[in-house]
């Protein structure tokens, strides 16, 4: 596979990071410290490039029908100016994707897929427009994302956004978009985010990324701004209890099973929706998920975390598998996600994950594990 680089590459070379593959691209993993980053976000702000995602404008008299039959959302109730999180299933309601859908006229809706399934969701979107009134364009290849996340986010937009828009910016409600002004461009700001903070992503051409970074670092000096790499989005998100495509979810999987049955407009819906049979079914057989497991919380009550693939267990027995894993910074202590049997879902169900041969004590709990101070 051909290596992708965002138009940011340069910045993130100047500022030392280092890199890893993700979905294809070199991204920036960490500057300096991931732990820091990580506090930084939660405590300040830290800047991200999400240049890697996908980005598909779905635009025609048609648009709000043909998004309701290809994902499994209705999307056509969604508010001019709103978002939607949504997921893109196949037929056998297996998971193709989780995604953001923003609305962004009667007959215009930006759809943005995860890093590595750009490629597929923008393909399966095409092929599913057959017979729909609409055009499907694929932009992700012309198009960079930013997102400064954090307390202090807003206060640093504010600095760049000029007078006259502070208030789109500072009304601005989460799951919701906007434009504004900034280096003389009108760009697409987003309040949405996968860190459990405050926040914002902006949509830039790739000719223009560079100058916008640069304005972010610069307006950051003074509010404790920090670049942030995938190493820490990856704690923060974990600590949010968000899920991330190919470890909670696959299309192996279904929404049900991953918690997120009302996120599939089964009854607020009529007509048929790519993968809507499957789906009635398995809600209707009252399984609906992977070997009859469901997505769980665990919270570590020991200070050893567990990780990927390592074993869930009751009394000696495997019920269950970690998806991801770690020790929560901001909490202090380990934390994982975790697919058990249904039997042992309810918060309060002690377990022990498998940690190289020695069983460390865990304790189902509702998601999130973090929830910020509003």
Excluded at 155 to 182: G, M
Excluded at 216 to 234: F, I, Y
Excluded at 295 to 309: D, F, I, P, Q, Y
Aim: a negative charge; glycine letters at 12%.
């Amino acid at each position: 596979m051909t290596e992708k680089y965002t138009a940011l590459y340069a910045e993130h070379e100047k500022l030392g990071a280092s890199f890893t593959d993700f979905g294809g691209w070199q991204m920036p993993l960490k500057y300096g410290s991931e732990l820091a980053e990580h506090h930084a976000v939660r405590k300040t702000a830290g800047l991200f490039d999400l240049s890697h995602m996908g980005e598909v404008w779905v635009e025609g008299p048609g648009a709000g029908a043909f998004l309701d039959y290809a994902l499994v959302g209705k999307l056509s109730a969604v508010v001019e100016g709103k978002a939607k999180y949504s997921l893109i299933c196949a037929e056998d309601g297996g998971i193709i994707d989780d995604l953001i859908v923003y609305r962004r006229g009667e007959e215009k809706f930006l759809v943005v897929p995860n890093a590595g399934n750009a490629v597929v969701v923008a393909g399966e979107l095409a092929a599913r427009a057959e017979g729909f009134d609409v055009t499907v364009t694929d932009a992700s290849a012309e198009t960079s994302l930013i997102a400064v996340q954090g307390p202090n986010a807003q206060t640093i937009l504010l600095t760049l956004v000029p007078e006259d828009e502070h208030a789109a910016v500072t009304e601005l409600k989460y799951y919701a978009s906007v434009e504004v002004t900034i280096n003389g461009d009108k760009l697409l700001l987003a309040r949405t985010g996968y860190t459990g903070e405050d926040g914002f992503e902006i949509f830039v051409d790739n000719a223009s990324a560079a100058a916008l970074w640069q304005a972010l670092m610069a307006a950051g000096e003074g509010h404790e701004l920090v670049p942030a790499g995938l190493a820490c989005r990856d704690s923060l998100r974990l600590e949010a209890g968000m899920p991330l495509y190919g470890n909670e979810l696959s299309r192996e999987g279904t929404p049900f099973a991953a918690g997120l049955g009302p996120v599939v407009a089964l009854k607020s819906k009529d007509g048929d929706f790519v993968g809507r049979a499957s789906l009635e079914a398995a809600k209707e057989s009252g399984d609906g998920a992977t070997a009859g497991r469901r997505l769980v919380g665990l919270k570590g009550l020991g200070r050893r975390a567990g990780r990927s693939h390592y074993t869930v267990m009751k009394d000696g027995v495997v019920v269950g598998e970690v998806t991801s894993g770690q020790p929560s910074p901001t909490l202090g202590f380990p934390v994982a996600l975790a697919y058990v049997d249904v039997a042992y879902t309810e918060p309060g169900t002690a377990l022990d994950i498998d940690l190289r041969g020695k069983a460390e004590p865990f304790e189902v709990v509702a998601l999130p594990f973090y929830k910020r101070e509003r």
